[in-house]
């Protein structure tokens, strides 16, 4: 008698060679050569931009509410198809290969809405059928860890945490290469929170790598590895974490000296590049007694030069991006004086 | 496994990289770390240090590299059993860079060779 297989029919292959098959893709994961979409009131781009995104890696996307940062991830899953420009994921195009790279990524969208309707029973159900990377064994200890319960209730119905906890248990049980999560720590309690980051690190450690959006500091701090800033629909860098950590300082002139004048003059007289490379000034308290620097092994031998004492200091994560976005407003303020 | 005791200094200008291989070292010479204990994986001390795995790994590979730690495969990282004279000559190592920052520091502040050569003798007495 023949026999139709409805559940699992792409999973013919041992776990062994789907491993090899997916997660042997050497090279930048992510690139976009000139892209930019036109919206009537936003416009993302021009960006070019390279993600190696190498496994057991985390990449997160930051930057001010509005910067493109959720259009970017859209467009990375082809939900939002560029005005101009091509999107490269694992080197091959959506036109070429929609299938072949939809298979490799998981994408968490910070759109709930479009589950309505929907009960998490409904998206096993989707998730056995379509995704041949489906791993219900990792479901089954994932929705005991997020303490899933009411599978069996719409999604509408449920509270914003427990909507985000359904979507990432589901997500986080295919077994891809890339994992993409707009805002996955949104809503979820401390206690949650503890949970995921172990099941994140358990699926990096078999390989994977994720690039998020995210505007939680602490999750940033503990698990960025490289941080993308965006501002106003343009990529401003792409920076490892653990180089803005050590090359980022405030320097706190001592005893009351002002920085002098021509100093400051030197400083403005930079164009950006030299900037960013010879250090920057920040007005604290209406005297220039601290000093931000992006270069601080320069910073510290221009003022010892000058004759400053002064003390040293690292900035947190969250001081240095705040200040590289700073940067940039100010240089675009000076720009159209 | 209970947190490695780290300390990563906020206004020591020194690389994040340096800092903790040199403290895991330490933590390894003084013992606190035995002779094949377990260390955490690339990703829980980063977390841990809030530093980036790609500076974890680092360290792990050059602390492999010199003989500190071996790596199994899909077991771990673990504290490499060393010879006495192994460690003995690490000791010095570490001992004479140590000696070398003051004496350097003492030079900065004036002292000649004499002065912290008896300098150095009082404190050995005491």
Same mark, same amino acid.
């Not at chain 1, 949104?186 to 929170?193: P, S």
């Not at chain 1, 180089?243 to 300082?249: M, T």
């Not at chain 1, 031998?301 to 940067?327: N, T, V, W």
């Given at each position: 008698m023949l026999k139709v297989r409805t559940h699992n029919v792409f999973d013919v292959r041992d776990e062994a060679t789907i491993r090899s098959q997916r997660f042997d893709y050497e090279g930048p994961i992510v690139r976009l050569d000139g892209v930019s979409k036109k919206f009537s009131h936003f416009m993302f781009g021009p960006v070019d931009l390279t993600l190696d995104l190498k496994p057991e890696t985390v990449t997160a996307i930051v930057g001010t509410n509005g910067s493109g940062k959720t259009v970017l991830l859209n467009m990375l899953v082809?939900?939002?198809?560029?005005?101009?420009?091509?999107?490269?994921?694992?080197?091959?195009?959506?036109?070429?290969?929609?299938?072949?790279?939809?298979?490799?990524?998981?994408?968490?969208?910070d759109f709930q809405e479009m589950f309505y309707g929907l009960t998490v029973r409904d998206l096993i159900k989707q998730h056995e059928r379509f995704a041949p990377d489906w791993d219900g064994e990792r479901f089954k200890r994932l929705a005991n860890v997020f303490e899933l319960t009411s599978i069996d209730v719409p999604f509408e119905f449920l509270s914003k945490g427990n909507r985000e906890r359904a979507l990432l248990a589901l997500m986080l049980s295919r077994r891809v290469p890339l994992y993409i999560l707009d805002e996955p720590?949104?809503?979820?309690?401390?206690?949650?929170?503890?949970?995921l980051y172990d099941a994140w690190r358990d699926m990096l450690e078999e390989g994977a790598s994720i690039l998020m959006v995210s505007h939680d500091v602490s999750l940033l701090e503990r698990f960025a590895d490289v941080v993308v800033v965006m501002h106003q629909g343009r990529v401003l860098g792409v920076y490892e974490?653990?180089?803005?950590?050590?090359?980022?300082?405030?320097?706190?002139?001592?005893?009351?000296?002002?920085?002098?004048?021509?100093?400051?003059s030197h400083f403005d007289a930079c164009s950006k590049e030299q900037m960013t490379s010879a250090g920057m000034m920040a007005l604290e308290k209406g005297v220039l007694s601290s000093?931000?620097?992006?270069?601080?092994?320069?910073?510290?031998?221009?003022?010892?030069?000058?004759?400053?004492?002064?003390?040293?200091?690292?900035?947190?994560?969250?001081?240095?991006?705040?200040?590289?976005?700073?940067?940039?407003?100010?240089?675009?303020?000076?720009?159209?004086? | 496994m209970n947190d490695l005791p780290f300390q990563l200094d906020p206004d020591d200008a020194t690389p994040l990289y340096e800092q903790i291989k040199r403290q895991l070292k330490e933590l390894i010479m003084s013992r606190i770390l035995l002779p094949g204990s377990p260390l955490p994986s690339i990703r829980a001390l980063a977390e841990q240090l809030k530093v980036s795995v790609i500076t974890t790994r680092r360290v792990y590979q050059d602390l %492999? $590299?010199?003989?500190?730690?071996?790596?199994?495969?899909?077991?771990?990282?673990?504290?490499? %059993? $060393?010879s006495e004279d192994e460690v003995w000559a690490e000791r010095l190592k570490l001992a004479e860079e140590t000696l070398r920052q003051a004496v350097e520091r003492c030079q900065r502040l004036g002292l000649k060779t004499e002065d912290i050569a008896s300098l150095l003798d009082d404190l050995l007495r005491s």
């Open positions: 082809h939900w939002i198809k560029p005005t101009h420009g091509t999107v490269y994921i694992f080197g091959k195009r959506y036109s070429e290969a929609e299938r072949w790279i939809k298979s490799r990524l998981a994408y968490v969208p720590t949104n809503g979820l309690d401390l206690f949650v929170r503890a949970r974490k653990d180089a803005l950590l050590d090359d980022w300082a405030r320097f706190i002139v001592e005893d009351e000296q002002e920085v002098r004048k021509d100093c400051v000093i931000v620097s992006s270069d601080r092994v320069k910073t510290r031998a221009y003022l010892s030069e000058l004759g400053y004492r002064f003390q040293e200091h690292r900035m947190s994560l969250e001081e240095i991006i705040k200040a590289l976005i700073d940067f940039v407003k100010e240089d675009q303020r000076s720009l159209h004086r | %492999e $590299r010199e003989g500190w730690l071996r790596s199994e495969q899909g077991r771990g990282t673990f504290v490499r %059993e $060393r």
